[in-house]
């Protein structure tokens, strides 16, 4: 037998709803954003969608990189909508896994096809926004200065991976020189 529910007074609304219940719409920018991102094409038969996210992460040392930035206007977003620090966090954690996993020849294309970082994001953000679309706000200025650390640290992953690189092909280019 199933126990009736019992309120807890001590929980506020918005933490007795459903998460699903719970989700602020949001801008339909931000949507069509992450649908042009990591849905944009469906490959026929194999019921597989992929985006822009995938095709323009083919470019070595360029696609990627162009692509996290494109992400980074979903991760600013989350603050006008109010969404909370960890969950900013969580959504800076997915594009550093998208950047650092997606840089990888093809296997990481493959990836970004299957991650879909902007859609996880806008997600996120649709679920843990304490405001809707019409009643956006400027934002606090610990919350924008906490985005922007993360953007920063994503950027100085970018420039480490970008060092790492050319060190591997300067190396690579040293031995073929001894070769031949």
């Known amino acids: 037998m199933e126990k009736p529910y019992r309120v807890d007074e001590r929980k506020r609304p ?8 719970r989700s602020v719409k949001i801008d339909e920018s931000l949507e069509r954003l992450s649908w042009l991102m990591d849905d944009l094409i469906k490959i026929p038969g194999l019921n597989w969608r992929l985006g822009l996210d995938a095709l323009v992460g083919l470019i070595p040392g360029f696609g990627d990189t162009a692509t996290t930035l494109v992400s980074f206007y979903i991760l600013a977003a989350s603050v006008r909508y109010g969404v909370p620090k960890i969950t900013m966090l ?37 679920e843990r926004a304490t405001v809707s679309a019409s009643e956006v706000r400027q ?19 970018a420039v480490g991976a970008a060092v790492v690189s050319i060190y591997l092909l300067l190396l690579i280019a040293n031995q073929l020189s001894t070769v031949f």
């Open 139 to 157: 934002g606090k200025l610990s919350d924008w200065l906490f985005v922007g650390l993360i953007m920063l640290l994503l950027a100085g992953l």
């Open 14 to 21: 918005s933490q007795m709803l459903d998460r699903r219940e």
């Open 90 to 126: 969580r959504m800076g954690l997915n594009l550093g896994i998208d950047y650092v996993v997606g840089s990888l020849p093809l296997v990481g294309d493959l990836f970004d096809a299957w991650w879909k970082s902007n859609q996880r994001n806008v997600t996120l953000l649709s």
